[in-house]
């Protein structure tokens, strides 16, 4: 008969050992370590009942979480899955604010590719103070530039006032007369009562070139391209040629049944103006007081400018109109009447082909710009006051413009932005004449106070600072005779 199977431990023990030998002992809880809470509470100095946590909460309405974009890279176990679920789960963690303000729980484009930082500090637009550093108040919109930016050029300074003054006596006050003119060989030649002066700018000497007499007088004057000779329009209607070098008489032509108060040289033609309406041609070769006649105008003509290529004729008249003139036609090619006054003012630009400048009197006040190819007009600026003259500068694209009433001003414009370079003021009276030296850097103004003033104002070709004065041009004021 078997004996009874003796029951084994649960545990593996060798052979060596027996159960017997084997004892668990147990401990007291009171025995064991204490709790963080009990250590806190059985610390001497607290004899208060407070409450400890084992971690930080922060709060969540004030910790800017959506000021960080947190993108979460994309797993092919969330395609698909329940946005609902994903956007309370996100309420749920970080506030309702995040998940109101965070880019990408709204569209795709929010989400950026994983190459890129999980962490991006999003600029906050919430409208508080802006730091003084940052990029937008620094010029830079995407932060700041390794390359150090370029100051702002300075502006051209003019001076403002005339290095020299010359008395004019009886240099006329008559809006419609050109009666000053600056010789490509520096002879000014001046226009007073009956007679024509000219004061030569290298040397200061004056000498008188002719005398009409008491039944005539002078209404305009006007250089030859050389220089070499000068045309004289007459009260009664007659354009003179005189040597300027032998002050001697070449020529008288007829044609016009009035006063010729405008002329105007191209390379060979002499064009004449007439208070008459009509625009007559001359030609020193042939033998005919002129050889056509121009009809457009229905009152006075008191502006004419030949452009720089000689292709094109300029007329202002006394009936607010500007037209244009070729060659080959005897009718204007463009007639333009947005001027509402008279136009005496007319330039041509020397930088730009087709390019005209005009200026309307004293109802008007503007100068206007055209592209004669089309007769678009392509600018136009308020002067404030009656526009008398204008002139381009050779050696910059900066242009000049005299005026009247009611400021008796003379403004240096920039072309194309038309922002003023200097205004200059001295005149008692309309600024009615204006010439420029040969090399385009002085210019000469004359009033009806019989003055003839003389500024700097623009630079040199090579030069970027106007001439200065020297003891040639003294801030003495003589008498031209």
């Not at 730091?131 to 620094?138: A, D, H, K, M, T």
């Not at 051209?156 to 006329?172: E, G, N």
């Not at 500068?393 to 009247?404: A, D, P, R, Y």
Request: hydrophobic letters at 30%; a positive charge; charged letters at 15%.
């Amino acid at each position: 008969m078997e004996s009874p199977e003796i029951k084994k431990p649960g545990l593996n023990l060798p052979v060596a050992m027996s159960g017997a030998s084997l004892r668990l002992d147990t401990f007291s809880l009171s025995l064991l370590p204490r709790s963080i809470s009990n250590l806190s509470s059985s610390s001497p100095s607290s004899s208060k009942s407070s409450s400890c946590s084992d971690r930080f909460i922060p709060c969540r309405s004030t910790s800017r979480l959506h000021a960080f974009g947190l993108t979460d890279k994309p797993s092919p176990s969330k395609e698909g899955g329940n946005d609902a679920y994903s956007r309370l789960l996100k309420s749920e963690l970080f506030g309702s604010d995040f998940v109101s303000s965070s880019p990408c729980s709204s569209s795709p484009a929010g989400q950026s590719s994983p190459t890129k930082n999980i962490l991006r500090f999003r600029t906050d637009h919430s409208g508080g103070p802006s730091s003084p550093y940052s990029p937008s108040i620094l010029g830079q919109d995407h932060g700041f530039s390794n390359e150090t930016s370029t100051p702002p050029k300075p502006p051209r300074k003019v001076p403002k006032t005339p290095h020299k003054i010359l008395d004019a006596p009886s240099l006329q006050d008559d809006f419609y007369l050109n009666l000053v003119d600056w010789s490509s060989q520096n002879v000014l030649a001046v226009g007073l009562g009956t007679c024509v002066y000219l004061w030569s700018a290298s040397n200061s000497k004056v000498t008188k070139l002719c005398d009409l007499g008491p039944q005539d007088g002078v209404c305009s004057i006007q250089w030859t391209r050389e220089g070499s000779y000068i045309s004289i329009g007459t009260c009664l209607g007659q354009v003179q040629i005189w040597d300027g070098t032998r002050c001697k008489r070449i020529r008288t032509m007829g044609g016009h049944q009035t006063r010729t108060g405008v002329l105007a040289w191209n390379s060979r033609i002499l064009a004449s103006g007439s208070r008459d309406r009509n625009i007559l041609q001359h030609d020193m070769r042939v033998s005919n007081d002129y050889i056509s006649q121009l009809v457009g105008h229905k009152s006075e003509v008191c502006g004419l400018k030949w452009s720089s290529d000689d292709r094109q004729l300029a007329s202002g008249g006394n009936d607010n109109q500007l037209l244009v003139w070729n060659q080959h036609s005897q009718q204007p090619v463009l007639r333009l009447t947005e001027h509402t006054a008279a136009v005496k003012a007319i330039a041509w630009s020397p930088h730009q082909s087709n390019l005209l400048a005009s200026g309307g009197g004293t109802a008007d006040r503007c100068i206007r710009f055209w592209n004669t190819s089309n007769g678009h007009q392509l600018n136009c600026i308020d002067s404030g006051s009656q526009v008398c003259n204008l002139a381009w500068s050779k050696n910059v694209n900066e242009l000049v413009s005299t005026h009247g009433y009611s400021q008796n001003q003379i403004t240096v414009w920039k072309y194309p932005s038309l922002a003023k370079v200097a205004t200059l003021t001295g005149h008692s009276m309309r600024v009615l004449y204006l010439a420029m030296s040969p090399d385009g850097q002085t210019i000469v103004t004359g009033a009806g106070d019989e003055t003839l003033r003389f500024w700097n104002v623009f630079p040199s070709m090579k030069a970027t600072t106007p001439v200065k004065d020297s003891g040639l041009w003294s801030l003495g004021r003589t008498q031209i005779r």
